[in-house]
């Protein structure tokens, strides 16, 4: 089973962040936070993962809390391209990916 | 680079025969995986190989899906004979070392209808 709690579906309007949170608050040590996301009729793409600190790259942030039992994935300046379904995994190197059902992010005209 | 390809794209077939999905990792990739992906749910890992080792099948049907990564490089997924809840999207992904933080990188996917 998926060791993240995500919520079912989410709303954002275009041009505004959309903030994803994620919760695993049963999250060892060794184990990573990963981001993919997966338009549709699309394979999962990767976006984004960290371990304790915050992470930025070109496409996205992740924010975990300092207990690390929670995160949120920011799109800074969301288009209608970002609508899709986006996974938050908790992965220990070496350990099979662990999808669940993710978020589906509707984002707006 | 190029990505994961995977090939056919699509794929009908009536329920008791059987099919077979074929996949091309990213150059250089040394683990393979194939998942299965029913419609509304995430994609479920089928079976993961590192070069032309099976590492991890725990959650393959083996009564009827058998995979092979032949030289360690392309890969085929059979379904023999094929049910009718075995329709879904299969996924291939392959990434550098699983044992790194390295992500996945996924193909397109099959999708696969059974009558």
């Known amino acids: 089973d998926a060791k993240t709690t995500q919520p079912p579906s989410m709303d954002c309007a275009e041009g505004r962040a959309a903030n994803l949170p994620c919760n695993h608050s049963?999250?060892?040590?060794?184990?990573?936070v990963y981001w993919y996301r997966q338009i549709h009729s699309q394979g999962p793409q990767y976006i984004i993962h960290?371990?304790?600190n915050n992470e930025t790259n070109e496409m996205a942030s992740l924010i975990i809390t300092e207990d690390r039992k929670s995160s949120t994935l920011i799109l800074p300046h969301a288009t209608l391209r970002d609508t899709a379904v986006y996974y938050c995994?908790?992965?220990?190197?070496?350990?099979?990916?662990?999808f669940g059902a993710g978020t589906r992010l509707f984002v707006k005209a | 680079e190029a990505g994961v390809a995977q090939s056919p794209r699509y794929k009908i077939i009536e329920k008791r025969q059987s099919v077979a999905f074929w996949c091309n990792p990213i150059?250089?990739?040394?683990?393979l995986y194939w998942y299965q992906q029913i419609l509304g749910q995430g994609p479920k890992l089928l079976i993961q190989?590192?070069?032309?080792?099976?590492?991890?099948d725990s959650q393959l049907p083996k009564d009827r899906f058998s995979a092979e990564r032949l030289k360690g490089v392309d890969s085929t997924l059979k379904i023999q004979p094929a049910k009718l809840e075995d329709s879904a999207v299969y996924l291939c992904?392959?990434?550098?070392?699983?044992?790194?933080?390295?992500?996945?990188?996924f193909g397109p996917g099959t999708r696969l209808t059974v009558t």
């Open positions: 992904a392959s990434s550098l070392d699983p044992g790194r933080q390295g992500e996945q990188y």
């Open positions: 960290g371990l304790k």
């Open positions: 049963t999250i060892s040590g060794n184990e990573y």
């Open positions: 190989f590192q070069n032309n080792g099976v590492v991890d």
């Open positions: 150059s250089g990739h040394a683990t």
């Open positions: 995994i908790v992965r220990a190197g070496g350990f099979k990916t662990i």
